[in-house]
């Protein structure tokens, strides 16, 4: 089945700086990857998604790059601010593009 | 719509205690998702339905733990007999298979499960 794998586990980066976090997936037949904020004792939310036919997708200060050839996929968040510490999950969809399977998380922790 | 619902948000129980968690879906989601949180494993799927149907209990961690969706408005997880490595947060999401945020999982608020 599936697999995710996300790296860094944590990353600390001072107010401004960039911030990149990167997952690789296992299934070819994966299309849908989105990404997850998960602030301390609240519910993931999504913050960003891209499906396969798509190479890049931005939103003001995140953005997410997609490599099907190489099955890697990236968040950047730039112009980082306190407010963005939190823990953030990549997923890709399972085969039958029915279920997600998350990476194990990047705690982001930015200091001002 | 309110989202989707989780009760209780706080559940303390001994071992060996039956707990059941519930969960309500957004309104016309086709999706029903339950995953447990902890430190040590991450976010891990548990089970999920299709139109009350499960469709894939292979995440389920042993037959102390089962789940049953009698309809579409409304999801149990439950665990009979509970045991402290049970202690986790317990995650409801939904999602539908239609429209433009298809496949988009919305999650409920978590039950935070302590078994003494």
């Known amino acids: 089945g599936e697999n995710v794998e996300q790296h860094p586990s944590t990353l600390s980066v001072q107010e401004g700086d960039s911030a990149v976090i990167k997952c690789t997936y296992s299934?070819?037949?994966?299309?849908?990857f989105p990404w997850y904020k998960q602030e301390l004792g609240k519910r993931p939310q999504l913050i960003i998604d891209?499906?396969?036919?798509?190479g890049e997708k931005k939103d003001q200060r995140i953005a997410v790059t997609l490599n099907k050839t190489a099955k890697h996929f990236s968040l950047h968040i730039t112009e980082t601010q306190p407010e963005d510490s939190a823990v953030y999950f990549c997923?890709?969809?399972?085969?039958?593009?029915?279920?997600?399977?998350f990476g194990k998380g990047t705690t982001l922790s930015v200091s001002s | 719509d309110a989202g989707v619902i989780q009760s209780p948000r706080h559940e303390v129980t001994e071992m060996g205690q039956e707990v059941t968690l519930r969960c309500k879906p957004i309104?016309?989601?086709?999706?029903l998702f339950w995953y447990r949180q902890t430190m040590m494993r991450g976010l891990e799927l548990l089970i999920y339905?299709?139109?009350?149907?499960?469709?894939?209990d292979s995440g389920m961690p042993e037959d102390r733990f089962s789940a049953k969706m009698p309809n579409a408005s409304f999801s149990t997880l439950k665990i009979q007999p509970s045991e402290p490595r049970d202690s986790a947060v317990y995650f409801c999401?939904?999602?539908?298979?239609?429209?433009?945020?298809?496949?988009?999982?919305?999650f409920g608020p978590g039950t935070r499960l302590t078994v003494l």
């Open positions: 339905f299709n139109n009350n149907v499960p469709i894939d």
């Open positions: 999401a939904s999602s539908t298979q239609y429209g433009n945020s298809y496949n988009e999982q919305f």
């Open positions: 309104s016309g989601h086709d999706y």
């Open positions: 891209i499906r396969s036919n798509v």
């Open positions: 299934d070819s037949a994966s299309n849908y």
């Open positions: 997923a890709a969809s399972n085969q039958a593009g029915t279920a997600l399977i």
